[in-house]
């Protein structure tokens, strides 16, 4: 593949972008609940956890937790150092800039964090395989249509330094998310059958949509009936692909990007449960439904999605989860 094609590409895409308005800092978390929470994690094992903090942000939980629960936040660890140095220092920059979307309920895709609680927040970032010095945690820059931070280089040293004080004590725990090798029980039939290459952006216009908003043709690139591909076809800072069209990629391009967790591609269809399984994920509907009821005008490209096309897309995770729980993903 040319990569000076792709990235010519993705210029493009980021150019387009910013021609489309400037982004929103209005959504930022501000960290407000910072370590207000008293965690008391049991599992279903003999283990009782509990972490306190203080209302100013600097929590400092102390988890004893020894359980064989499946509960984050009582999951076993390998390094006691780790975890401590962890919870005073790591969780509480992630819970500052990361936890007002990545905690349940918040728009950032995946949900890595638990709200207040940095016993949970580190077993999470295990469970998603995040535990890792070149984690996504700290490669992922501004995202979110600028609303969402990257982390500061003291941050990052923070992180390097936690890394290393988990594999000094005999290395990390089980790093394998099942999100890494799950693209393999991908079928491109079902995958075909969605047609994601027939959907179009719409060009917000008073009356079909719930807002009212207009946006002019002329002002706003990509807003006005066109295909996904204008923007997604290499830029993997907009954690989607769908090149369906472009003829200069190979024509399965968009189906075999659509497996990757790195870029984090495969998680607009499949996300995992707090222990770790594989779990549908409306990603695409979840950004419709955004772009139609709340999205501003000439931001995101207003789309929908039909019924059919929803339908589609369950069938097609399903599929995959299925052949994941008998084991015959690749086969
Ligand atoms: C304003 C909301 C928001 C905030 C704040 C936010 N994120 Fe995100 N994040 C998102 C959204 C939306 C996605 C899914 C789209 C994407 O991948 O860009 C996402 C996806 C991710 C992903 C998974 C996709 C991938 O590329 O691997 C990681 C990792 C991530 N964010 C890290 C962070 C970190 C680290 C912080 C804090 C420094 C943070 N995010 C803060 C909204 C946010
Ligand atoms: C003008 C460029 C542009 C066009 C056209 C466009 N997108 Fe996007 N899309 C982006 C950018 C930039 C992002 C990342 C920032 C954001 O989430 O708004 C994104 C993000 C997304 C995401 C991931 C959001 C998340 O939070 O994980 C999905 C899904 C998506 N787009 C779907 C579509 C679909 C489907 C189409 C075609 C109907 C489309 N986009 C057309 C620019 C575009």
């Known amino acids: 593949m040319n990569a000076r094609y792709l990235l010519a590409l ?9 021609a ?10 501000n960290g407000e609940d910072n ?6 994690g049991t599992g279903t094992g003999t283990g009782t956890g509990k972490g306190t903090g203080t209302g100013t942000g600097t929590g400092t939980g102390t988890g004893t937790g020894t359980g ?4 984050p936040g009582t999951l076993p660890t390998a390094s006691k150092a780790g975890k401590a140095y962890f919870i005073a220092t790591v969780a509480p920059i992630l819970e500052a800039k990361c936890a007002g979307c990545h905690t349940p309920g918040g728009p950032g895709n995946p949900s890595w964090m638990a709200k207040a609680d940095a016993a949970a927040t580190y077993d999470l970032v295990y469970l998603n395989a995040y535990a890792t010095a070149a984690s996504r945690i700290v490669i992922k820059g501004v995202h979110s249509g600028g ?10 040293s923070k992180w390097a330094q936690w890394i290393s004080l988990e594999v000094a004590d005999g290395g990390q725990k089980a790093q394998v998310n ?6 393999t029980c991908f079928d491109k039939t079902k995958f075909d059958a969605i047609q994601l290459g027939t959907l ?22 990509g807003c006005d009936n066109a295909p996904c591909r204008t923007c997604h076809s290499a830029d993997d800072v907009t954690g989607f692909v769908n090149a369906i069209g472009n003829n200069i990629l190979p024509p399965d391009y968009t189906f075999e990007q659509t497996k990757l967790l790195n870029p984090a591609y495969i998680r607009q269809y499949v996300s995992t449960t707090p222990t770790g399984e594989p779990q549908f994920n409306p990603g695409i509907m979840t950004k419709s439904t955004n772009t139609v009821t709340v999205a501003k005008a000439y931001s995101h490209p207003m789309f929908k999605i ?3 096309m929803q339908t589609a897309i369950q069938a097609f995770v399903d599929d995959a989860i299925a052949k994941q729980k008998t084991g015959t993903c690749g086969k």
């Open 10 to 18: 993705a210029l493009a895409a980021a150019a387009a972008v910013a």
């Open 20 to 29: 489309c308005g400037s982004p929103d800092s209005s959504q930022l978390g």
């Open 35 to 40: 370590g207000d929470g008293t965690g008391t």
């Open 68 to 71: 064989t629960g499946t509960t």
């Open 147 to 156: 609303n969402a931070p990257e982390l500061s280089a003291d941050e990052k």
């Open 178 to 183: 099942v999100l890494e090798k799950f693209g």
């Open 200 to 221: 179009r952006t719409i060009r917000r216009q008073q009356g079909n949509n719930p807002q009212n908003l207009t946006e002019n043709a002329n002002n706003c690139t």
């Open 306 to 308: 039909t019924p059919t």
